[in-house]
């Protein structure tokens, strides 16, 4: 049960992690079709779970988890998020959101985060956020199910906070949405990652919209 309510404590909304700047993208995405019907919406936020948490995410999470704190196997997975994360502003995110994670574990005593930050200074690691969860919580007592998650949970929760706040959807409309994610999330983290397993992710209408958000003279979010 204490391992449970841990996952519960890391995906809360208000754990300072910093995800509140950050729309994944999909500030940019509802620029190009502003208006987006609400089941256009949902798939939307369904193929960002299944083609990008699942595939990316969640694979260098698992890695990062199994590293068991060893900080050269952690900054190798670190290392090919970074190169695998072509779109500027979603990089630059990944890793302030990671930044902002150690920062709030650090501050509450785990020794981990403190030794990835120091690594993050001297350039041995970059700090993407799925890699820093996936490092830090294989030290906080979750299991490896539940990293997933949590994770999971996290990513499909912070679109929504992000889609509400931009006057996408409306908050119970938000809330059936990821209502609905949560068997995908259950589903797609039962599916095993080998240890060799590579990082892939296909959203190219997402990361073209990225793209030209970061071009945008107004916005509310840094991605």
Same mark, same amino acid.
């Given at each position: 049960?204490?391992?449970?309510?841990?996952?519960?404590?890391?995906?809360?909304?208000?754990?300072?992690?910093?995800?509140?700047?950050?729309?994944? @993208?999909? +500030?940019? %995405?509802?620029? &190009? *079709?502003?208006? #987006?019907?609400?089941? $256009?919406?949902?798939?939307?936020? !369904?193929?960002?779970?299944?083609?990008?948490?699942?595939?990316?995410?969640?694979?260098?999470?698992?890695?990062?988890?199994?590293?068991?704190?060893?900080?050269?196997?952690?900054?190798?997975?670190?290392?090919?998020?970074?190169?695998?994360?072509?779109?500027?502003?979603?990089?630059?995110?990944?890793?302030?959101?990671?930044?902002?994670?150690?920062?709030?574990?650090?501050?509450? @005593?785990? +020794?981990? %985060?403190?030794? &990835? *930050?120091?690594? #993050?200074?001297?350039? $041995?690691?970059?700090?993407?956020? !799925?890699?820093?969860?996936?490092?830090?919580?294989?030290?906080?007592?979750?299991?490896?199910?539940?990293?997933?998650?949590?994770?999971?949970?996290?990513?499909?929760?912070?679109?929504?906070?992000?889609?509400?706040?931009?006057?996408?959807?409306?908050?119970?409309?938000?809330?059936?949405?990821?209502?609905?994610?949560?068997?995908?999330?259950?589903?797609?983290?039962?599916?095993?990652?080998?240890?060799? %397993?590579?990082?892939?992710?296909?959203?190219?209408?997402?990361?073209?919209?990225?793209?030209?958000? !970061?071009?945008?003279?107004?916005?509310?979010?840094?991605?």
């Amino acid at each position: 049960m204490l391992s449970t309510l841990r996952a519960l404590w890391q995906a809360d909304g208000t754990f300072p992690s910093g995800s509140f700047a950050f729309s994944g @993208g999909l +500030e940019g %995405a509802i620029a &190009l *079709r502003p208006g #987006i019907p609400a089941d $256009d919406f949902a798939q939307l936020v !369904a193929a960002i779970i299944r083609h990008r948490w699942a595939t990316f995410d969640r694979v260098a999470l698992v890695r990062a988890y199994r590293a068991r704190g060893d900080l050269p196997a952690i900054a190798a997975v670190d290392h090919d998020v970074e190169a695998a994360t072509l779109i500027a502003p979603l990089r630059e995110g990944s890793r302030r959101n990671g930044a902002s994670f150690l920062a709030a574990h650090a501050r509450l @005593g785990n +020794e981990l %985060a403190g030794r &990835l *930050r120091a690594a #993050i200074r001297v350039g $041995d690691c970059h700090g993407h956020i !799925a890699v820093m969860q996936g490092a830090v919580w294989s030290s906080v007592g979750l299991d490896e199910t539940l990293a997933q998650m949590t994770s999971g949970y996290a990513a499909a929760s912070g679109l929504i906070t992000a889609a509400v706040r931009l006057g996408a959807v409306g908050v119970l409309r938000g809330q059936g949405v990821l209502s609905d994610c949560l068997p995908l999330i259950e589903q797609l983290a039962a599916m095993p990652i080998p240890d060799d %397993a590579e990082m892939e992710s296909l959203l190219p209408f997402l990361e073209v919209a990225s793209a030209r958000h !970061a071009q945008a003279d107004l916005k509310l979010f840094a991605n």
